[in-house]
């Protein structure tokens, strides 16, 4: 993800028949997350490149309550969830 010429994060993807997967994300810890929603910006180019290669499955890892560097995932639909 650049900002002009300032990178402020980047995603790890795995591309496979079927699906195009977030396998990790990081962003600058001198960006305000929270405002940008570098996540959420993310996930959205996921899925825009699944699209654009004709995949029919994007899988963004892990959403794990109470972790709020993860809430902005639970926010996508569908999604598979397990509880205790």
Do not use: M
């Not at 600058?28 to 959420?40: C, F, M, Y």
């Not at 699944?50 to 029919?56: E, F, Q, T, W």
């Amino acid at each position: 993800v650049w900002d002009g010429e300032t990178l402020v994060g980047v995603a790890i993807l795995e591309v496979t028949p079927s699906t195009v997967s977030g396998v990790y994300h990081f962003h600058d810890p001198a960006e305000s997350w929270r405002k940008r929603s570098l996540g959420t910006f993310t996930i959205l180019q996921t899925i825009t490149l699944a699209r654009h290669l004709g995949k029919p499955y994007a899988y963004f890892g892990y959403y794990v309550a109470g972790c709020g560097s993860l809430n902005y995932k639970a926010r996508f639909q569908p999604c598979e969830t397990q509880s205790e």
